[in-house]
């Protein structure tokens, strides 16, 4: 099974399977959608497994071209629109992408940054096709509806081991890693989440994580998968979320921990707890008072609590039955997956005894695009099964340190990496230091990432001026810079000043362990103020 296997009608043309706002798509008219934009990529000569990226915030249009990309033969890269040029142009980079799918109004922001980039030839606008400026690359317009049907005849072959798509997820050590995603990794994990989350077609779940988040794209696999309704929603608020669930008579919601705590704040209409059939958590772990705000509202409602990486799609989930038993757990592994809690020298941990979480199975991914190294660190042969294969089994060694009970229920201890987790997003804090660098208004800084309830993680920086300045940090220039570069969702919580050099580890490393022990009560100490 390929990837645009999913959109295709199969005897349910008339069912609705895309909305937003006032606008609609049944299967049968997506499945048309996304021929046509095929045929407009084959038209522009694309080669098999090119790369299309498609920075666009949630749209029809989006989804048409993730999936017409795929009828293609080619390979999408959804591209987060939170995200400013200098991140967006670093990702088309990276992966040479060859056409961008965006608007005309985030065209014009991207100009300048597009000009850099040898490999891009198209770019093709949803509305519009801008001015006659010249360019190192052609625009091209949204593709007309077709008279007739298209057969898209000319689509470069592909199989469910081929890559499929590549999702950028912030590396430890400064720019975004593209996580490559084969077709068999992305359909057998829309067949794993939509059996234990029991979705069937009458559900109409509501998209409201990004579609670049590799949990938000699965809203979209999940509901094809089983010919269901996925409504699109660009929230600016969380009430805005909430009357999305009243309007729309939402059945499922995923989302985030900070998005949770956002929603609990607010009062939710009594219609909304006849409808809604179940929750599910993942990008970090809920507070157990906004897990028990939600149920109160929601009695009737399933919650799903989960745990994955981009690097393997989705590893484990805990069943409604066992939340009130055990509502710290992670669960157990998904359908057509197995979790294992190793030691370093690749043994079993016994119960209780602190491992690495290493997930084996059809969604493990095909590593890091471009990146032989990195791929090699986390992506590697199973112990035990190195030899005597014609090919040993890859699996994917998570830098998670967790232990398991006496039943075999996971529970999540801590990141072994630097990555800072917030508001469900992993953020580098290289990537960071980088831009505050850039101002000249320091001689050192760190970023950390200390406990808060509502983001997970908030971002803190600790930075030391400068040997010449005459006076304090400017805090306010360090963060009008970072919120000009960066995604709000990276911009810090807090800046704060330290005098001396910043401690490091007996290898010369930055100790960030330590750094973030000096603030690990901050936030709780400024909710008392």
Not at 15 to 32: F, K, M, P
Not at 374 to 401: H, M, N, Q
Not at 454 to 475: H, I, K, N, R, Y
């Amino acid at each position: 099974m390929v990837v645009d296997d999913l959109v295709r009608p199969d005897g349910r043309d008339d069912r609705i399977a895309v909305r937003s706002g006032a606008s609609q798509l049944t299967y049968g008219e997506l499945a048309e959608a996304c021929r046509t934009f095929a045929a407009s990529l084959l038209d522009a000569g694309l080669g098999r497994g090119e790369r299309v990226a498609i920075y666009l915030e949630k749209r029809p249009e989006t989804v048409v071209a993730m999936f017409g990309a795929s009828m293609a033969g080619l390979v999408f890269v959804p591209v987060n629109p939170l995200l400013k040029p200098e991140q967006v142009g670093h990702i088309l980079a990276d992966c040479n992408v060859r056409v961008l799918v965006t608007s005309s109004e985030r065209h014009a922001v991207l100009a300048p940054t597009l000009q850099g980039l040898a490999d891009l030839r198209h770019v093709m606008l949803v509305e519009g096709v801008g001015d006659a400026t010249p360019r190192g690359y052609d625009l091209m317009p949204w593709p007309a509806p077709s008279a007739k049907p298209c057969a898209v005849v000319r689509a470069h072959r592909h199989i469910d081991t081929d890559l499929a798509a590549i999702f950028y997820t912030s590396g430890s050590t400064g720019r975004p890693k593209g996580v490559m995603l084969s077709h068999r990794n992305i359909t057998c994990g829309a067949t794993s989440v939509s059996s234990y989350l029991e979705n069937r077609p009458d559900d109409r779940l509501l998209a409201a994580l990004p579609l670049s988040f590799d949990a938000g794209f699965s809203q979209l696999t999940t509901a094809f998968h089983v010919g269901a309704c996925v409504v699109l929603h660009n929230y600016f608020m969380a009430r805005d979320a909430i009357r999305a669930l009243e309007t729309e008579a939402i059945t499922g919601l995923t989302a985030v921990p900070p998005l949770w705590f956002q929603l609990v704040q607010h009062p939710w209409p009594e219609a909304v707890a006849g409808t809604l059939r179940y929750i599910a958590n993942t990008g970090g772990r809920m507070p157990r008072t906004t897990l028990d705000a939600l149920r109160s509202r929601l009695p009737a409602s399933k919650a799903f609590l989960m745990y994955g990486l981009t690097e393997a799609f989705r590893s484990t989930y805990l069943p409604p039955d066992e939340v009130d038993r055990r509502p710290d757990s992670i669960g157990k592994a998904i359908p057509n997956a197995e979790i294992l809690v190793l030691r370093e020298d690749g043994s079993r941990c016994a119960p209780h005894e602190h491992g690495e979480l290493v997930h084996r199975g059809a969604l493990v991914g095909m590593g890091y695009w471009n990146d032989p190294d990195k791929t090699a660190e986390r992506y590697k042969p199973l112990p035990g099964r190195e030899s005597g294969f014609v090919l040993p089994e890859i699996a994917v060694f998570s830098g998670d340190t967790v232990y398991s009970d006496e039943e075999g229920f996971l529970y999540f201890v801590g990141r072994r990496d630097e990555m800072i987790k917030t508001s469900g997003y992993r953020v580098s804090p290289t990537e960071i230091e980088e831009v505050v660098y850039r101002t000249g208004l320091v001689a050192e800084v760190a970023a950390l990432g200390v406990a808060h309830d509502q983001f997970g993680q908030a971002v803190v920086l600790v930075v030391v001026p400068t040997e010449d300045a005459s006076g304090p940090v400017d805090a306010q220039a360090i963060m009008a810079a970072c919120q000009q570069t960066l995604p709000a969702y990276m911009v810090p919580k807090h800046i704060a000043l330290k005098k001396g050099a910043l401690p490091r580890n007996p290898n010369g490393k930055l100790d960030r362990k330590l750094l973030a022990e000096e603030f690990k009560d901050h936030f709780s100490a400024e909710a008392t103020k």
